[in-house]
């Protein structure tokens, strides 16, 4: 586990995953972003995206908490709404406290 700041005053951690439990995070991850939209209506897979001079890349191998943690702010019909599209049996309950135990381990 890795502890960052950054000269803008961000705090952040960077923490291993298993391959199942990053698979799992990955996922919502996913379907967060169909869900949410940025401030100004801006893509959050373009936001965090690497780019330069000479091109762009997606960010992969990666997990936004901060994205994944919005799921705990999502009136309660988003949340049913994003753990039907996720399926595999989740309800809005079982998501929120595998993020939320998740959240408390790296805070």
Sequence with gaps: ???????????????????DRFAWFDRLQACMRRAVRGV????HAG?????????????RGVVDGDLVEQFLELPSAAAAAVA???G???TAESIAKAVDDLSRACH
Excluded: C, K, Q, Y
């Design 1 to 19: 586990t890795l502890l960052f700041g950054t000269i803008g005053g961000a705090v952040g951690v960077i923490a291993p995953l298993s391959p």
């Design 84 to 86: 039907a599209d996720f």
């Design 47 to 59: 936001w965090r995206a690497f780019a330069n001079e000479r091109g762009a890349a997606p960010a």
């Design 88 to 90: 595999r049996g989740e």
């Design 40 to 43: 100004g209506g801006l893509d």
